[in-house]
């Protein structure tokens, strides 16, 4: 793949997010991109508040699909428990955001979140990869954290579980979190329903192009290369287990932005965000989507949770076996995923139709469009 | 009354020690021999309860429904390979999440067909004196060592056991040998799958059966199987001991919650000294005394 820039309107704009890490760097992709973010800002005003409550929801979810795609298809740590950060987040927002239901509060009660999963996610990385635990077993470790924060918060029924006024509340879950807001003092303004959305969005978008740039710089390189040959990497005299505690934890950092915005959307959390079903989730989307596409990721998340919610409303149970079978036959059939498979055909397409020797991407994972 | 409470701990300590063995031997058998971490190891154990309960529903005795759970998982494990797994060998990564992806599919689909219920089966046996337990978890108890005692009969004894595991160390010198590698590789899958399913089969009177039932086994498994190692049934004896150890202790002390998280504890401690598991530190061990010598 080679890298355009130079070429097009804003190509010193585009710089910082190209490379070859990166699929799609050409303007159609960009234009793509911008086609698609502007179709999912309008989806509240063609579709009213109530989309724009699903939505966020589903953009949420984006986000941690989004921090899987980067940890595993980037640097091939494969977590099957993104959903552990995703969740702490969300009841630490709880917690502080019910015992201090000011501006003030409620941004201090952002800020801490982010900042427990962050932190949480750097433990838990600095001991498995300081602690020399490797490969499956990362993947085993991750999903044991998430089912026993599970069990753990599953038994936090009774009286004695309250964090100043707020109940744990066991398997029926938190109730009564407050929306998100930011400021200080009395100035500032609480974000309301549609204001969320586009928060949420807006968190999407920038975390995107903040993760896009990341993979591109030099760490990125790094970071690449450590997925394809640790030893050899660590050979040219990186540190990869540093390399893989830093992924890891701006994975963490990311789900747990996704669990904040999840959780002040329900104004609700319960044990079920760490369960294996909604654990196996992320890896679905990264899965069919494209682990090593940021976008495919997030496409695949808004795609099949669309699908998942449309067959609930209709009383359909058989949502699930569907996902299952979608993630069975997607890695039998396209071990790569949706998105990097599209990639390639486009490829293909322009090499047909224009000979010259510099192949162009595409506008990837384009599914996101539909929503 | 430091002997009831020893009696006590000693009935703890076997009850916990048999759940994880039997919950782990099955997943460990397919991953030390075969290289794959089953993810949909909590539904082959569902499998077998779901056969065994159904069975006993309609009036097959006890032991025989048993059976029934044992050989019906068996043989859904050796379909799945057939039809999925086989595809996977040497994919590890991948080989996890598809099996992830069966195991979604099943869980729903078992809610679909069978509802969020199932008909139960009475605790067989009756209660023990003294120590305040059923009779049946001593009988669990044998079994899970016969399984052990069994499964190392099978392995080290048997012309298959020897014809398996040339396969699972050399596969291409393994064939080139005469050894029909693609039937070794179905056959330890369908006896992995079996194990879970007598897993299922053994618990369906004890623990109330939904289709999240495999889901109750999964920790300890999983944890089992980290801290144990590659090594079979070293790795599961020693790891079962070890975590079944701290997990009575404390529950004796504590209760059972407070058991399970020492029982993590300990897990996640063995875990950071021990990376490859217990059976990768005898190995390391035992190279380092052969160097000296």
Known sequence: ?371 | MAGAGLLNFGFEFVEIFAFIVLATVGLAVIFGMMGIINLAHGEFILVGAYATTFAFAASVPLPLAMLTGVVLTAVYGLVLERLIIRHLYGRLLDSMVVTWGISLVMIQLTRIVFGNTAPGIGIPFGQLPIVDGPVYYLVLAVVAVGVLGGLYALFMWTDFGIRARATMQDEATARSMGVDTDRMYMSTFAVGSGLAGLAGALYAPVMTITPEYGTGFLIEAFVAVVVGGASVLVGTVLASGLLGTVNATVTNVAGTFMGQVAMLIAAIVAIRLMPDGITGLLADWRESRGESQ
């Not at chain 1, 009774?158 to 707020?166: C, L, S, V």
């Not at chain 1, 934890?249 to 909604?278: E, K, R, W």
């Open chain 1, 1 to 371: 793949m080679s890298v355009e820039s130079g070429d097009g309107p804003f190509a010193a704009l585009r710089r910082p997010f190209e490379g070859p890490n990166t699929m799609g760097n050409s303007p159609a992709f960009w234009l793509g991109l911008a086609v698609a973010v502007a179709v999912l800002a309008a989806m509240p005003v063609l579709f009213g508040l109530y989309a724009a409550e699903v939505g966020a929801v589903f953009l949420a979810y984006a986000l941690l699909g989004m921090s899987l795609a980067f940890i595993w298809g980037y640097c091939g740590i494969l977590s099957f428990g993104q959903v552990a950060f995703f969740g702490v987040a969300g009841y630490a927002f709880g917690i502080v955001a019910i015992n201090a239901a000011t501006l003030t509060g409620l941004t201090v009660a952002l800020l801490a979140a982010i900042a427990v999963s962050t932190v949480f996610a750097a433990a838990l990385g600095y001991f498995m990869f300081y602690g020399g635990v490797r490969d499956v077993y990362v993947t085993i470790l991750t999903l044991v954290v998430a089912l026993v924060l599970y069990t753990f918060m599953g038994q936090t029924a009774g009286g004695e579980w309250t964090i100043g006024d707020a109940r744990l509340g066991g398997f029926n879950g938190m109730s009564g979190v407050p929306d998100l807001a930011v400021g200080v003092g009395s100035t500032g303004v609480e974000i309301g329903l549609l204001g969320h959305y586009y928060v949420t969005l807006g968190a999407l978008v920038a975390t995107y192009l903040g993760l896009r740039a990341l993979v591109n710089s030099q760490f990125g390189y790094a970071m690449v290369a450590t997925r394809e040959d640790e030893d050899r990497t660590a050979m040219f005299g990186y540190d990869t287990t540093f390399i893989k505690l830093v992924v890891f934890t701006i994975g963490g950092a990311v789900a747990g932005l996704g669990g904040v915005l999840f959780t002040t959307q329900n104004n609700y959390v319960d044990p079920s965000v760490f369960g294996i079903t909604a654990a196996a989730l992320p890896v679905v989307w990264a899965s069919v989507g494209g682990r090593t596409s940021l976008l495919g990721t997030v496409g695949a998340a808004l795609a099949i949770q669309f699908v998942d919610y449309r067959l609930a409303l209709s009383g359909s149970e058989w949502a699930l076996v569907l996902i299952g079978s979608l993630l069975v036959f997607v890695v039998l059939l396209m071990p790569e995923g949706v998105a990097p498979r599209l990639h390639e055909y486009v490829l293909e397409y322009r090499e047909d139709a224009d000979p010259s020797p510099v192949p162009r991407e595409p506008p990837a994972a384009t599914e996101e469009v539909s929503d």
